[in-house]
C-alpha cells in the first residue's frame, strides 16, 4: 500500500500562486508514476498533471500548460504542484495520486487506473 498526504492549498486571488505537495510513504517511490488531479463541485474529477516513473516524461492538461509544473524531490519522496497565474476556473479540491501498476514507464491519464489517493486539498481562486 502506499500512503500520500496532500498539504499546500488554500485562497489566493487570481494570478496568484500557490505550491501543492504530496508527501509519499510505503513503496519505493521511485517506482511510481504519480498523477494531480481536480475536481470542482458538481463536475468528474479531471487529470491535471502526471508523470511516469522517475517522472518523466510529464503530461500537462491544456488549460494548464505554461501555468502550472510538476516535479518530484526523490530524497523527500514528495510530489509537487506549482501552480503559477491562477484563475478563478482552477479552484478545486486537488489530489495527488499514485499508479501502482505494471506499466509505469508510462503517463496515465484516467482517475480509474490509479489505485491510491490523498485526502485532498482545497484550491479556491478569488476573482
Known amino acids: 500500500q502506499v500512503q500520500l498526504v496532500e498539504s499546500g492549498g488554500g485562497l489566493v486571488q487570481a494570478g496568484g500562486s500557490l505550491t501543492l505537495s504530496c508527501a509519499v510513504s510505503?513503496?519505493?517511490?521511485?517506482?511510481?508514476?504519480m498523477g494531480w488531479f481536480r475536481q470542482a463541485p458538481g463536475k468528474e474529477r479531471q487529470l491535471v498533471s502526471a508523470?511516469?516513473?522517475?517522472?518523466?516524461?510529464?503530461y500537462y492538461t491544456d488549460s494548464v500548460k505554461g501555468r502550472f509544473t510538476m516535479s518530484r524531490d526523490n530524497a523527500k519522496k514528495t510530489v509537487y504542484l506549482q501552480m503559477n497565474s491562477l484563475k478563478p476556473e482552477d479552484t478545486a479540491v486537488y489530489y495527488c495520486?499514485?499508479?501502482?501498476?505494471?506499466?509505469?514507464?508510462?503517463?496515465?491519464?484516467?482517475?480509474?487506473?490509479?489505485?491510491?489517493w490523498g485526502q485532498g486539498t482545497q484550491v479556491t481562486v478569488s476573482s
Open positions: 495520486a499514485a499508479y501502482l501498476g505494471e506499466y509505469y514507464n508510462l503517463v496515465h491519464r484516467t482517475p480509474a487506473e490509479y489505485e491510491s
Open positions: 510505503g513503496r519505493t517511490f521511485s517506482s511510481l508514476a
Open positions: 508523470d511516469a516513473r522517475g517522472g518523466r516524461p510529464i
